[in-house]
């Protein structure tokens, strides 16, 4: 078992009127993690909401925050059990037996237009056998291929751009990964967690974005960016890709700056609370088929 104690602290100024905010920062509820505590402050004495999608566990807290300053701050236990599966068991599932609710993850969206890399995905990994060690073949050439470059896109970037460009952050890493795996007919989406284990030079702790890829009847990590140690995140949601998952959507005009993170391990070997720590298998957080 994996248990972190989480912080997530966001500040922001709204202008007059005020602003309406769907916030994507608590932990999702999944059959491999749970949530044993969790504490919501909110500055503002305003209603607030949390509403959980029954299909994904995505938790969305939603606000219409009045002017002037906002704070909103999480703090929550949290407990993982991965599923670990060895890779070579892992096969791709064809077209025709894919669930009907994951046929929308291998269309293309508004940042991973997979259609337009079918031919590159054909060339490069075309003659690679189906499966697991396909899809991390794709995870490995984007590392060698894409430099990690702090605050070098934006919100705007998409997989293709990413392709010409050749540099980018988790976000842009995940969308060219989600993109190509889509291209060969593999479901993938998009993913937002924490970047725990990433390297300090690299910044403060943020959020971080890595895929998910269905093989097997189950959605495995895969962590394209190789920034972070992927036994160690906390999934916030998943979707398509960004735009379905920002850590926050703003409706009017506010000033904000930059998030507080702080994902803290905890360990007891007694108890079998072990620290996260990278690993040959398979890993998922997802253990129902679908």
Not at 86 to 107: G, N, S, T
Not at 173 to 200: K, Q
Request: with cysteine.
């Amino acid at each position: 078992m994996i248990r972190f104690d989480l912080h997530v602290q966001l500040k922001y100024e709204v202008s007059a009127p005020g602003a309406d905010f769907i916030f994507n920062i608590h932990p999702a509820f999944t059959p491999c993690q749970t949530v044993s505590t969790e504490r919501l402050v909110v500055s503002q004495d305003i209603p607030w909401e949390i509403q959980t999608d029954t299909r994904t566990g995505n938790r969305h807290l939603r606000l219409q925050a009045r002017p002037g300053a906002l704070d909103v701050s999480l703090d929550a236990t949290v407990e993982l059990i991965h599923r670990r599966d060895r890779p070579a068991d892992l096969m791709e599932v064809p077209v025709h037996l894919l669930p009907l609710d994951v046929l929308q993850y291998i269309y293309p969206s508004r940042y991973c237009q997979s259609d337009r890399l079918i031919k590159l995905a054909t060339a490069e990994f075309g003659g690679i056998a189906p499966g697991y060690g396909r899809v991390q073949a794709i995870a490995d050439w984007i590392q060698s291929h894409v430099s990690f470059t702090s605050n070098s896109t934006n919100s705007t970037t998409s997989a293709v751009d990413t392709l010409i460009e050749r540099t980018g952050v988790c976000r842009d890493f995940t969308h060219l990964m989600v993109a190509l795996c889509r291209a060969l007919n593999i479901p993938a989406r998009f993913t937002t967690g924490t970047d725990y284990g990433a390297d300090p030079a690299l910044g403060p702790p943020d959020f971080h974005a890595y895929a998910e890829v269905y093989l097997g009847g189950r959605w495995y990590i895969f962590d394209a960016s190789g920034t972070a140690i992927p036994m160690g995140f906390v999934r916030f949601g998943t979707g398509r890709d960004a735009a379905d998952v920002a850590f926050a959507t703003i409706f009017g005009t506010v000033s904000s700056w930059a998030p507080l993170i702080s994902t803290i391990a905890q360990e007891d070997r007694g108890a079998g609370i072990v620290l996260p720590h990278h690993s040959d298998m398979a890993l998922s957080t997802d253990a129902s088929a679908g």
